[in-house]
C-alpha cells in the first residue's frame, strides 16, 4: 500500500473504535480537537501494532486535524530515527497536554536525543513544550540504568527554570522529573534539595503545589528535606 491507502485504512479502524461521550467529554473539559473520535489510549496502542513501525507514515498522519492520527503517530514512529533536527518537525503540533505527553512517553523519551531534547526544548517560551522536554526526560530516566551520565547542573538549572513559569501543567512536569531523578539518580538528591530550599526562598507559587507533588518521594528519603 501506498502512503495514503494506509492513512485511508488506519482512518476507517479508527472510527470503528469511535466512542463518541468520551470526545464530548474531553470537549467539556477543554481539549479541543477539529476532529476527535474519542478512542481510548489503550485501543491506539493495539491500532497502532498493526502499522507500526513506519516513520514515514507517522510524518503523513502527525499534522491532520484528527486527534487519533497525532496520537498514533507518535505510536508509529520509530524512535531511532528521531534526531535532533527532526524534533522540529514533532515540536510544531504540541498545542495541549495530551499531545506533549503522548509525544514524551510514546516517542522522544525512547530516542537517542532525549537528553538533548530535555535541555533545549526546556529552554522555550512555550509551556506545552517545557512540560514535553520535562516528560521526555522522564521517559528516558525511566528506561535508563541507575546514574546515567547526564549534564545535570544543566538539568537543574532547567527544572529551575520551569518551576519559575506559572504554568501548574508545567509544575507538574517539572516534579514529575525530579521524582524521576530521586528514584533513578540517588546521586542528584542534592540538586533536588537545592532546587526545592531555591523555590522556598524566592517565595514562588510553586512551593505549595511541590511539596504536595512530592510528599512521598521527600518522605521516603527524608535527608531531602
Not at 502527525?62 to 531511532?80: C, G, N, T, W, Y
Not at 530516542?111 to 535541555?119: F, M, N, R
Not at 531555591?198 to 527524608?222: A, G, H, I, S, Y
Request: aromatic share 6%.
Amino acid at each position: 500500500m501506498d502512503i495514503t491507502e494506509k492513512i485511508t485504512e488506519l482512518l476507517a479502524v479508527v472510527k470503528r473504535h469511535s466512542n463518541g461521550p468520551v470526545a464530548d467529554s474531553m470537549r467539556e473539559l477543554g481539549v479541543e480537537y477539529a476532529v476527535n473520535y474519542g478512542v481510548s489510549t489503550p485501543t491506539l496502542r493495539m491500532i497502532a501494532g498493526q502499522f507500526s513501525p513506519d516513520h514515514d507514515l507517522a510524518h503523513a498522519i502527525f499534522h491532520k486535524d484528527v486527534r487519533e492520527l497525532k496520537l498514533l503517530a507518535f505510536l508509529i514512529a520509530d524512535p531511532m530515527q528521531v534526531n535532533m533536527n527532526e524534533t522540529e518537525f514533532w515540536k510544531r503540533g504540541i498545542t495541549n497536554p495530551e499531545l506533549a505527553e503522548n509525544l514524551a512517553m510514546n516517542l522522544l523519551g525512547w530516542s537517542g536525543v532525549a537528553h538533548d531534547v530535555l535541555l533545549s526544548w526546556s529552554l522555550s517560551d512555550d509551556p506545552m513544550l517545557i512540560y514535553a522536554a520535562m516528560l521526555t526526560g522522564n521517559r528516558a530516566l525511566i528506561a535508563s540504568e541507575n546514574d546515567p551520565d547526564w549534564d545535570w547542573d544543566a538539568i537543574g538549572g532547567r527544572i529551575s527554570r520551569a518551576l519559575e513559569c506559572d504554568n501548574r501543567i508545567v509544575w507538574r512536569g517539572a516534579c514529575s522529573l525530579m521524582t524521576r531523578i530521586l528514584q533513578k539518580a540517588p546521586g542528584q538528591e542534592v540538586m533536588v534539595k537545592k532546587i526545592i530550599a531555591d523555590t522556598e526562598e524566592k517565595q514562588l507559587p510553586c512551593v505549595t503545589f511541590l511539596r504536595e507533588e512530592l510528599t512521598w518521594e521527600l518522605n521516603r528519603k527524608p535527608e531531602v528535606l
